[in-house]
């Protein structure tokens, strides 16, 4: 584990902690902002719904075959994933590949009437599309709370030195 005064390739974390460690981080959080770099090589955020899966190394989705984000995966499958958790001071940063796939079994276990709104022939609609992002590494940041980090920055504007703002990883999965 490093922090941000000495910031390292993070190899501290075995595989499994780092797994571990990110299923807590992104398992509550509702949305995730997906990034693909679009045809004119400018990168594109979007919000995407976090899917109730255990995390394993893999994220999962349910987009639209007809949207630019699908057509920018299908033509640079590189993507980030990122998640934010601001209550806990907690973040992370998931960089992969994605993977376009069909498999009914896999979208009967995704599925909730949520996405009704999105696809008007429900599950069977012809348009979804689900996506597999094979994650490959990831960055992590974990802050000290909202009372401590106060404490930490106003001590760090008394005494002129840097605080103890948390910590920050970076592993390869």
């Not at 390739?9 to 807590?24: M, P, T």
């Not at 990034?35 to 190394?57: C, K, L, N, V």
């Not at 069909?102 to 276990?109: G, I, P, Q, V």
Request: no cysteine; aromatic share 8%; hydrophobic share 35%.
């Amino acid at each position: 584990m490093t922090n941000d005064t000495n910031h390292n390739a993070g190899q501290d974390l075995s595989h499994e902690d780092a797994v571990r460690k990110i299923a807590a981080i992104i398992k509550d959080t509702k949305f995730a902002m997906l990034t693909t770099t679009a045809d004119t090589g400018r990168m594109h955020a979007r919000p995407m719904t976090t899917q109730q899966t255990e995390f394993d190394g893999d994220l999962w989705f349910i987009g639209g075959k007809d949207t630019e984000g699908v057509h920018d995966m299908r033509r640079r499958p590189q993507v980030n994933v990122s998640y934010s958790n601001p209550d806990a001071s907690e973040y992370v940063s998931i960089t992969g590949t994605a993977e376009l796939v069909e498999d009914r079994a896999k979208l009967d276990e995704l599925w909730s009437d949520f996405y009704k709104t999105y696809f008007d022939g429900g599950k069977d609609d012809p348009n979804i599309q689900l996506i597999k992002i094979n994650a490959h590494g990831a960055e992590l940041w974990a802050g000290p709370g909202k009372i401590k980090a106060l404490y930490e920055l106003a001590k760090g504007a008394v005494t002129g030195r840097r605080g103890d703002m948390g910590t920050n990883e970076t592993v390869d999965l």
